[in-house]
């Protein structure tokens, strides 16, 4: 594509159409975008930890569906820019670093896929995606998969790190892990039975064959300053009005990374949402067994085609 820049993008499960290019922010900061083409197209907006490859089966199977995609992989994660000399450890100073990713994208998507372009958004995700949405973006509709819309620590937890991010930041600590995590912190030392992302074995062993097999996808625990901004932002978004954009948003009964308390009450303050609830799922709905993830798609694929697909 003329005056974007190849990126590498490996085999994940997707067509072999798809190509992978760095686009620059805002502020300089390097991020990549992987483009399948189609008559139609959906952008994701992945989580934390994750990166473009990951989505191959989703990207696969939207393209059966007639859809082309576009997936980004958000700064600190994947092979875009990180911030510390540490890259395991998953750094922004604000989160409103990752809406300048956001802009980028969405400038690009202007010429890759013309036209209304509906939003699939996941946990961290989901959180960058709203935020866009109360900044007046526009998408044709937003699925939301497990939204990153509170943090489910318990209260006198999360009020000490709102303490204490602060303080740290003021003497340069904040640079460091999050307490209880660290470098191998999440898949790379998970073991399927105490795994909290699916309940599929499959899925799971393809997505840890995928950070095993590629260092530079891996990722570990977030720094303490990525928690203080997370929860900023989280309460910041809490208050706001929902916006006019129809929404589907997607909830795991055993989901533990997410606070469904928050999820409930943004869907209930939502004129145009709606709310399934998957019992016995777990956080990754589109990485989910059979049964579950088929049914969240095509109910994200109806959603889509109603609203400008």
Known sequence: MAGLTPAPLAECGAPDTGRAYWVTAADGVQIRLAHWPGARHVLILPGRTEYIEKYGELVRDLGAAGWGALVVDWRGQGLADRALSDPLCGHVSDFAEFQRDLDAVLAVAKTLAPGPLPWIAHSMGGCIALRGLMRGKTPAAV??????????????????????????????????YAPTTGPTYGLTSMGFGEN??????????????????????????????????????????????????????????????VAHPAIRARVTGWPDAALIDYPGARHELLMERPEVRDDFLARILTLFARHGG
């Open 143 to 176: 699925a939301f998969s497990a939204p990153m819309l509170g943090l489910p620590l318990p209260p006198v937890q999360a009020a000490l790190l709102r303490l204490v991010t602060p303080l740290a930041r003021l003497v340069g600590a904040d640079g460091g």
């Open 196 to 257: 909290n992302l699916t309940t599929d074995r499959a899925q799971f062993d393809r997505m840890k064959a995928q950070v095993l097999g590629d260092a530079r996808l891996s990722l570990g625990g977030p720094s303490l300053r990525w928690m203080g901004a997370a929860l900023k932002e989280i309460a910041a978004l809490a208050p706001l009005p929902a916006p006019a954009v129809p929404a589907l948003f997607g909830l795991g009964s055993d989901d533990t990374i």
